[in-house]
């Protein structure tokens, strides 16, 4: 399976700053995606972010807070914007493993808190 | 009624215990199913992946699906203090390489 790493590890942030996470993986991928992990919750995918265009996101995220770059098959970033205390989560990227199997292998995520 | 439903737990058990780890699921879409431990901390980890109803044992962990009551489980058997940890299931079907994620439940093997 594939190395992920992720940057960073944890952050403390102000309210209506924004953070930028990023992902690297050490092989190329065709797919990759954000999740946000909160506390007694289902890991929530957030987007899908498709190498040369735009990012695809699910019901209830917009590019606007959450901004997606990625600009080659080994790296990704997720910008969470104008953070509020709902934003404090953990941010998971993963990449899929390609193929007809539908896994996902996860890098080891951000921690997040907004105060 | 949610997708995915998973035991919330928390689950303490004593060392060398069999362990049972189940999810319930109600889209009949889903083709694969995955569990994934994550320990404190850290990502999600695959355990085990399966798309067949039936077992799929890998050493002390045993992958069952039941397509027709729409259940899966996942059995440890000799439980280890080094188990504990938050198990998730998770599927995925059709075109649709989406994961979809229960809740997870915490397990604790105590020594």
């Known amino acids: 399976s594939a190395v992920i790493s992720q940057k960073p590890s944890r952050d403390i942030c102000q309210r209506g700053t924004s953070l930028t996470i990023q992902c690297q993986v050490d092989?190329?991928?065709?797919?990759m995606f954000w999740y946000r992990q909160q506390p007694g919750q289902s890991l929530t995918l957030i987007a899908t972010?498709?190498?040369?265009?735009?990012?695809?996101?699910e019901s209830g995220f917009v590019i606007d807070k959450f901004p997606i770059s990625r600009p080659n098959l080994t790296f990704s970033t997720l910008t969470v914007s104008n953070m509020s205390p709902e934003d404090s989560s953990i941010y998971l990227c993963?990449?899929?493993?390609?193929?007809?199997?539908?896994?996902?292998?996860f890098g080891p995520g951000t921690r997040l808190t907004v105060l | 009624q949610k997708e995915v439903e998973q035991d919330p737990g928390p689950l303490s058990v004593p060392e060398g215990a069999i362990v049972s780890l189940n999810c319930t699921y109600s889209?009949?879409?889903?083709?694969?199913f995955m569990w994934y431990r994550q320990y404190s901390r850290k990502g999600p980890e695959l355990l085990m992946y399966?798309?067949?109803?039936g077992n799929k044992e890998d050493g002390r962990f045993t992958a069952q699906v039941d397509k027709s009551s729409k259940y899966i489980s996942l059995f440890i058997r000799d439980s280890q203090p080094s188990d504990s940890a938050t198990y998730l299931c998770?599927?995925?079907?059709?075109?649709?390489?989406?994961?979809?994620f229960g809740k997870g439940t915490l397990l604790t093997v105590n020594p």
């Open positions: 993963s990449v899929g493993s390609g193929g007809q199997t539908d896994t996902q292998y």
């Open positions: 092989s190329q991928v065709t797919m």
């Open positions: 972010a498709n190498q040369g265009s735009e990012a695809t996101y």
């Open positions: 889209n009949s879409a889903f083709q694969y």
């Open positions: 399966t798309y067949s109803s």
């Open positions: 998770a599927m995925a079907g059709g075109s649709n390489y989406k994961l979809t």
